[in-house]
């Protein structure tokens, strides 16, 4: 898990696994993939966000079953795109971190979900 | 003859492109069903059957035995669940919403078990001759269903619950005599109340 929410250096559409869906010269073009909501946590995070109009910090986290650290990194690397806008306050207390799907990230999103059903297409119509 | 062994442990199939893709969309289809709250609660339907649980009221006021009061509230029941049921499958799809997405069965299977209950207690207290707890029992086991129901939902639903449940509790203590008029406030009053502001906050 922890292996798998690492943060690497992503930037669209290198090393893209979709080549392999392009060898059929039968198949319909497939967009490049965004490797920014690619990895599965990041994916979590703009999904929830996009069924709810805002999820704090804690909501998010027992959402996607996971830790504080990965949830911040992954997060503040979204946030870094654009995708999501956090806004910070308090609580009582408490601080409160609430985040919320921007235009740019609800598009990207969108543009996720054309690519994976382009993708099916693709090894279907093989 | 010795047979060749490979050395390596031979490495299982890559998983196929598409079937990736395919876990990929599942995934974004189920976190986006565990961060959705229901909002397809309709909120006109329960002022709809607000208006019928205060018919009932008067008509079940007017009946002379036992039985016939639990006739008028029985059909009142069916007739409740009737409209619920249509302005909830209403509101989904004016929402484009799935009437058996996760929330909504999530709902669905946690408002239904106090129901079963206050079923088979109204049979129960109505045979050991103990119709006048029947009012007090209904309105505790109904706001019992919809304070867990409404856990998957947005916050006045559940709120309008524990509106029904200290209705019940109160009912529990007072006069045999105003049973109805605890229904009314409750299964009429309540149920209009916070349909105008679940409508009005909550799209219908």
Known sequence: MAKNNTLRKETPSSANPVAAARTSPSAPPIPDLDRLIHERLRLGIVSALAADDSLTFNELKKLLKTTDGNLSVHARKLEEAGYVACKKSFEGRMPRTEYSLTADGRHALEKYLNHMEALIRAMRDR | ?204
């Open chain 2, 1 to 204: 003859m010795a047979s060749v062994q490979p050395i390596r442990p031979v490495r299982p199939e890559p998983l196929e492109l598409h079937a990736h893709a395919m876990d990929n969309l599942r995934f974004i289809r189920e976190t986006m069903e565990r961060a959705a709250s229901f909002t397809a609660v309709p909120g006109w339907g329960g002022f709809a059957m607000g208006c019928t649980a205060l018919a009932a009221t008067l008509i079940a006021a007017r009946q002379p035995t036992v039985e016939a009061w639990l006739t008028v509230w029985a059909v009142e029941g069916l007739v409740a669940i009737l409209v619920g049921v249509i302005a909830l499958s209403h509101k989904a799809r004016t929402a484009h919403v799935s009437l058996f997405s996760a929330p909504t069965r999530k709902f669905a299977l946690s408002f239904a078990p106090p129901l079963l209950a206050g079923l088979l207690l109204t049979v129960v207290l109505y045979r050991a001759h103990l119709g006048e707890s029947i009012p007090a029992m209904w309105l505790l086991l109904y706001g019992t269903g919809v304070v867990t129901g409404g856990a998957f939902s947005v916050r006045i639903v559940p709120v309008m619950g524990l509106c029904f449940m200290l209705l019940g509790a109160v009912a529990l203590f007072c006069p045999t005599l105003w049973g109805n008029y605890f229904l009314a406030a409750g299964f009429g009053g309540l149920h209009m109340l916070f349909g105008i502001i679940i409508a009005r906050r909550f799209g219908g």
